[in-house]
């Protein structure tokens, strides 16, 4: 990789097209969207795609140019379930920032109140070449609270890290997780019959809570918590929810449409597959890993076939990571997804346009097309052989990581 | 459930391997047949078969193009161009059998449910106890590791113990212990730092550790007396074990050095201390993990030692391995300290090989990670005769669509000692059940 930086000439010929921030030549270019593209360039202006196509010519006084032959250039991986941040490294009982089980109901809470900016995981999903992230709270809660979606800029405050564009986003939880949390204590659920019971209770609460601030002739005072959930039924906040079994999927849909209601995604998701015809009626997306399994009873039926059943049939499917190791290599969990009998297109979705509908985020990032944010990650041979690494990664035209520069990141500051 | 038209169907099935369901109603001749393909093999016996036109890998690295392989009563016997006939591969890859370096395989079902774990006993310090006394042949994980090239695997008590006791060598098929386990006791499992402060008993920090290791090795038994660790003059201990316990036993078999210790170890201090444990009690070690042995490569190289590097992809997300790198392999094995590979998990056992790949991304030579993984864990245990796929080689090996380590190559077909096992698990009948929706 060579990077060259010309110096502004500002000595525009007359009908030349107008000088770039960055040009990206010479590239393999896996668009996402529509065929491959050899010999691929790609033009950047004020943080936005400009140009792409087979040998375009570099306007003259292009700041940046880099020369990626014999190099393979993609979207920004997007990564729809991450703790990072709220389960920072390294990993101490002080860094537990995920779960507010207080409750099992925090709808209110907001996991970028507890992101670590400094977390150094962040500069190793970037390594990854991964662009744009959702931080979710934990599972603890059957509502964990309000998620993050964050783009994966050198920055020192959460504000700079905001994906500004992304709408709303909540956590919520089924199944094992928040059954088995609130056990000792007896207050909260205890199995999925109270997992749910909780839920439609939240949700008419909210109901009443408004027909209440509206109708009753004494004040009601604001209420965080209820705000949130009528934020969730105005469907003004995404509604992703962690859930692995299959009939928990049908019955969150169940729950759900009783108070009309879309779920987004089914986060984890293992036996999605079982009930992929409701999840496609339904409306909603699954975010997932390639094969991990086994660790917990609802994780047991899982197969590594799942992403690809579930795509067939029409449905989102975002490979997420779930974890701050594998976010590190979404594009290697994707070939796995390829060796287990999916399409390299669709696999390539998975790690990119499918992640950002779910997130909300698809007319900015997901794709190389004009118009989109500069969100590219310059691989040094195709993403999916395993001896590749991420040379470059560059969120909005600026370069937020280079391997020929400081190598792989390491945990220091 | 599919229902099988007779039980005598059935029963052909049974021996080619399951189908899906049990029957309802099977003769109980036909039990023991049904049982055996539940253990994974295809055939009852290892049988002579001949595969042509394959491209051979052995550990070295080395491929052969356009070869075939001829297998007699589960021996290869001859590789070459001339070998003809045979199912013919088009070009397939034969891989050696993979080992696992250190595993958890076999010894639990589900990671959350305490009622199906038997991976550990409960006091901190227990030589005595075996990987084997807990390890289920017919554990879903086994069959779904098998399928990814890993025929065999060095299944070891949680390292959450001080001395959590003996590895014991598996191959990945087999419906009986007898079957399934090759070698008992491979190595006893011990964990410094902070990995090991698990159970009754024990130490709470790396203080406690340092301490409760040499007072052991203080109460162990002395080596027998042509050991030249014995204390001059004083006499050796009889023969006769039975004066012994079965944890003391296991303890002076270390001290003789005719037992390894696998030590599990992870920041560079600590490797520094197992190797002066090591020296200090002139045990025959091997280390494990060692997320920074890059720190110490010289060390390591100096000393002799063989490291299992695992897992794969431990990261610096830890005070007790913030140094952790991708290239930890890669500088071990420059530094000239043999590797080998081990997972340390169960059901995700079966990445190895694309961990190993990534490995090759971070500049481990391509064919030292073939190497980790063939005969790595073998050439470390002292373990003779696994991981090769040369004439005279028990025919333990599989077929890929290309090279192992990519994961976009998938594994067709594994043969265990001359028998060739179904690529059935758990997970495929799920599969098959749920393919299409009814």
């Known amino acids: 990789m060579t990077l060259i930086t010309l110096a502004l000439s500002g000595l525009l010929s007359a009908g030349s097209a107008e000088a770039a921030d960055l040009a990206i030549v010479h590239a393999t270019v896996l668009p996402v ?79 970028e109140d507890a992101v670590r900016v400094a977390d150094p995981a962040f500069s190793r999903a970037r390594a990854g070449g991964v662009t744009s992230i959702l931080v979710l709270p934990g599972s603890g809660n059957l509502m964990g609270g309000q998620a993050a979606p964050l783009k994966l800029r050198q920055s020192r405050t959460l504000a700079g890290m905001r994906f500004a564009a992304a709408p709303r986003a909540i956590k919520m939880a089924c199944g094992e997780n928040p059954k088995r949390v609130y056990k000792e204590d007896a207050f909260g659920p205890m199995t999925r019959m109270g997992n749910l019971a909780w839920m439609r209770t939240s949700f008419q609460a909210a109901l009443d809570y408004r027909t209440a601030r509206e109708e009753s002739s004494e004040p009601v005072a604001e209420d965080a918590m209820m705000e949130a959930l009528l934020d969730v039924l105005d469907g003004e906040i995404r509604v992703h929810v962690h859930c692995y079994r299959h009939d928990d999927i049908e019955g969150i849909i169940r729950v759900m449409e009783e108070f009309d209601i879309r779920v987004t995604a089914f986060h984890h998701a293992l036996e999605a597959y079982k009930v992929r015809d409701l999840i496609a009626e339904h409306g909603a997306g699954i975010a997932t890993w390639p094969d991990w399994w086994g660790f917990k009873l609802e994780a047991y039926d899982a197969i590594p076939e799942n992403m690809q059943l579930v795509k067939e049939v029409g449905v989102r499917v975002a490979l997420h990571s779930d974890s701050p190791d594998t976010v590190q290599r979404l594009y290697t969990e994707a070939a796995k997804v390829v060796g287990y009998g999916m399409s390299e297109q669709d696999a390539l979705e998975t790690i990119t346009l499918d992640p950002a509908i779910l997130l909300g985020v698809q007319d900015r990032v997901g794709t190389i097309e004009v118009g989109k944010d500069a969100d590219l990650t310059v691989f040094s041979k195709h993403p999916f052989d395993v001896t590749t690494l991420v040379e470059q990664t560059w969120i909005e035209g600026r370069l937020v990581f280079d391997r020929s520069l400081e190598g792989t990141p390491d945990a220091h500051p | ?20 369901g049990l029957p309802l109603v099977a003769r109980a001749a036909d039990m023991p047949a049904l049982a055996r393909g539940l253990g994974g093999y295809i055939s009852d016996q290892p049988h002579d078969f001949t595969l042509s036109n394959a491209t051979v890998l052995d550990h070295s690295g080395r491929l052969q193009k356009g070869v075939g392989v001829r297998v007699e009563s589960g ?75 890993i025929t065999h695997s060095v299944v070891c008590p949680t390292m959450s113990r001080l001395v959590a006791g003996q590895a014991a060598l598996v191959r ?113 070690g091997v280390l494990v993990g060692c997320a920074e042995g890059w720190m110490v490569a010289d060390l390591l190289a100096d000393a002799g030692l063989p490291v299992v590097v695992g897992p794969l992809m431990v990261q610096p997300d830890s005070f007790d391995h913030p140094h952790a790198r991708y290239d930890n392999a890669a500088v071990l094995h420059a530094a000239g300290v043999p590797i080998a590979f081990g997972s340390r998990m169960n059901h995700m056992a079966r990445g190895l090989r694309t961990d190993a790949g990534v490995l090759v991304a971070h500049g481990l030579p391509w064919e030292a990670a073939i190497r980790a993984l063939t005969t790595g864990a073998a050439e470390a245990l002292s373990i003779p005769g696994l991981g090769r796929l040369e004439p005279g080689s028990s025919a333990s090996f599989f077929r890929a669509t290309g090279d192992p380590l990519q994961p976009r190559t998938r594994v067709a077909s594994v043969w265990i000692d001359g028998r060739e096992t179904a690529m059935r698990s758990r997970q495929t009948e799920l599969y098959e059940r749920f393919r299409t929706l009814q």
């Open chain 2, 75 to 149: 021996v290869v016997v001859e590789i070459g161009a001339a070998v003809r006939g045979g199912t013919d591969l088009g070009g397939d890859w034969l891989v050696p059998g993979f080992t696992d370096g250190c595993s958890h395989l076999g010894l639990f079902e589900i990671g959350a449910e305490s009622s199906t774990r038997d991976d550990q006993d409960k006091p901190a310090i227990t030589p005595d106890a075996r990987a084997s006394d807990g390890y289920n042949p017919l554990s879903a994980p086994v069959a779904v590791t098998r399928m990814a090239g």
């Open chain 1, 33 to 111: 969207v529509g065929s491959t593209i050899e010999d691929g360039t790609v033009l950047v202006e004020d943080g936005r795609i400009v140009a792409v196509g087979s040998g375009l010519p570099v306007p003259e006084g292009t700041t940046t140019v880099v020369d990626a032959t014999g190099q393979f250039l993609t979207p920004g991986l997007i990564d729809l379930h991450s703790h990072m941040g709220v389960y920072s490294w390294p990993g101490v009982n002080a860094h537990s920032d995920g779960n507010e089980m207080i409750h099992p109901i925090t709808p209110h809470v907001r996991a």
């Open chain 2, 172 to 284: 990945t098929a087999g419906h009986t212990l007898q079957a399934a386990v090759v070698r008992e006791p491979v190595a006893l499992c011990v964990s410094m730092g902070r990995d090991g402060l698990g159970g009754d008993g024990a130490p709470s920090t790396r203080i406690g550790v340092g301490r409760a290791l040499r007072e052991w090795m203080a109460q162990a038994p002395e080596p027998r007396s042509d050991e030249p660790r014995g204390r001059r003059g004083r006499q050796a201990p009889s023969d006769d074990d039975s004066e012994l316990s079965p944890a003391d036993r296991i303890t002076r078999s270390l001290r003789e050095r005719r037992l390894k210790v696998l030590v599990t170890v992870e920041r560079a201090d600590d490797i520094e201390r197992a190797l002066d444990w090591l020296v200090s009690t002139k045990l025959d």
């Open chain 2, 1 to 20: 459930m599919r229902i099988p038209e007779s039980t005598k169907s059935w029963s052909r099935r049974g021996v080619l391997g399951m189908v899906a």
